[in-house]
């Protein structure tokens, strides 16, 4: 639940609710697990290959049907190859929102970085049944870690990222965290929501 607990108007459904079991009716802002479905869906690059693309225990599927059924928003990592998997036409960065090309949802891109996350996190929404509204669709400033900076020069230091540098075994949780900032747009979007018939 995390950022989303006790909030006004919100129900959040933690992982132990399983959110797979979620029958409606109000909208959602649904943020499957991605670890299957990113740039390192196999595992890690000291043990490639010890998970199977995608194998995300029908979550992502769950919660794109709960968006198409109830409408709201579903957030995912840029370039998440879950939006090929299910025939979702990815977003052009830097663009705006554009038909998902399913016939029900639009998609964008979005850098988390705008609206609080300490590093620019590429993000890709998926919304149906709402109001689109206008986001930040502006290239983030790129961000260094000045110690990485200053230990490692330029290129290691972009390749390490900025949360690589804090948190010690917080780091994951942090990345993955959504800024108050971005939950509150999400929650915004999923507001709007006219429910289909």
Not at 16 to 26: I, T, V, W
Not at 57 to 76: D, P, S, T, Y
Not at 80 to 102: I, M, Q, V
């Amino acid at each position: 639940m995390g950022v989303y607990a006790k909030q006004p108007s919100v129900d959040a459904w933690c992982e132990m609710r399983d959110a797979r079991l979620y029958s409606g009716p109000y909208p959602v802002v649904a943020h499957p697990p991605c670890q299957r479905w990113g740039r390192f869906w196999h595992g890690s690059t000291r043990k490639p290959h010890q998970f199977k693309i995608g194998d995300d225990g029908g979550c992502f599927k769950a919660a794109l049907e709960a968006v198409r059924k109830f409408g709201g928003v579903l957030e995912h990592p840029c370039d998440s190859h879950a939006w090929r998997h299910f025939g979702l036409t990815p977003p052009k960065r830097f663009k705006g929102w554009a038909p998902a090309g399913d016939g029900i949802g639009f998609t964008c891109y979005v850098e988390q970085g705008h609206y609080g996350h300490m590093s620019r996190k590429p993000t890709w929404l998926y919304a149906a049944h709402v109001t689109l509204p206008e986001l930040n669709w502006t290239k983030g400033e790129q961000r260094l870690h000045p110690i990485a900076l200053e230990r490692y020069g330029y290129e290691k230091a972009r390749r390490i990222g900025m949360t690589a540098m804090v948190g010690g075994k917080n780091k994951t949780k942090i990345r993955n965290a959504t800024p108050t900032e971005f939950r509150d747009i999400l929650i915004s979007i999923a507001a709007t929501a006219a429910q289909p018939k």
